[in-house]
């Protein structure tokens, strides 16, 4: 039988995802799960500093306190409420979207659901 070469690569994403995760499906899961919390804090934080707000000053206006808006904003938070994300996109002014696309599974290919 013959080896495969396997394509060298520098880029340190790739070489961690090759090593680590590849295509084991437990692992893709935890990754997109990671990923999907990533956004949302990311996004509150990018929405609330182009508002010039403070945690303090959103978590005023939403009725919560500063230290749910630090939890929010933190990558590793995973209890992001759709009725809490729909208070910050109010004050905001923003509504919330919600999409359901297509998941990747290993080597790119798309899966049927």
Same mark, same amino acid.
């Given at each position: 039988?013959?080896?495969?070469?396997?394509?060298?690569?520098?880029?340190?994403?790739? #070489? %961690?995802?090759?090593?680590?995760?590849?295509?084991? +499906?437990?692992? %893709? =899961?935890?990754?997109?799960?990671?990923? +999907?919390?990533?956004?949302?804090?990311?996004?509150?934080?990018?929405?609330?500093?182009?508002?010039?707000?403070?945690?303090?000053? %959103?978590?005023?206006?939403?009725?919560?306190?500063?230290?749910?808006?630090?939890?929010?904003?933190?990558?590793?938070?995973?209890?992001?409420?759709?009725?809490?994300?729909?208070?910050? =996109?109010?004050?905001?002014?923003?509504?919330?979207? #919600?999409?359901? #696309?297509?998941?990747?599974?290993?080597?790119?290919? %798309? =899966?049927? +659901?």
């Amino acid at each position: 039988m013959k080896k495969t070469k396997s394509v060298k690569s520098s880029d340190a994403i790739d #070489i %961690l995802h090759r090593r680590y995760v590849r295509d084991d +499906a437990k692992k %893709l =899961a935890e990754l997109e799960a990671v990923r +999907a919390d990533n956004a949302v804090a990311r996004k509150i934080y990018d929405l609330r500093m182009k508002a010039g707000l403070s945690q303090r000053d %959103l978590a005023k206006r939403v009725g919560t306190s500063a230290s749910a808006i630090c939890r929010l904003e933190d990558a590793d938070y995973e209890g992001h409420s759709l009725a809490m994300l729909n208070r910050i =996109a109010e004050v905001l002014d923003r509504r919330v979207e #919600i999409r359901f #696309i297509m998941k990747r599974h290993g080597s790119g290919h %798309l =899966a049927i +659901a």
